[in-house]
Nanobody, 124 residues
């Protein structure tokens, strides 16, 4: 059974940092792009960051560029999201997802496996 399990969420003050992890099991995702998305209450799910299957290409939403860093460890079948300089507007449930291909894609329709999400709350 394929499973993506996020961890590392929590409550942090504005300006603080968190590191999210997403551990995959049931199959290897070394050839798949891996992405992070988030959804705040009342909002649609939005793209945050993606890393290509090879790890050579990364793409970020404008709202997090320069503050968040996505990385992957294929040996551990794990992807990470380092979040620095957090803002209250970063508050959301964060989801990791595995894409259908190795291309670094932003479209949620291009992902076929999703985790259950981890809550990130940034207080002002």
């Amino acid at each position: 059974q394929v499973r993506l399990a996020e961890s590392g969420g929590g409550l942090v003050q504005a300006g603080g940092s968190l590191r999210l992890s997403c551990a995959a099991s049931g199959r290897t995702f070394s050839g798949s792009a891996m992405g992070w998305f988030r959804q705040a209450p009342g909002n649609e799910r939005e793209f945050v960051a993606v890393v290509s299957g090879s790890g050579s290409m990364r793409s970020y939403a404008d709202s997090v560029k320069g503050r968040f860093t996505i990385s992957r460890d294929n040996a551990k079948n794990t992807v990470y999201l380092q979040m620095n300089s957090l803002k209250p507007e970063d508050t959301a449930v964060y989801y990791c997802a595995a894409a259908k291909t190795g291309w670094a894609t932003r479209g949620a329709d291009n992902y076929d496996y999703w985790g259950q999400g981890t809550q990130v709350t940034v207080s002002s």
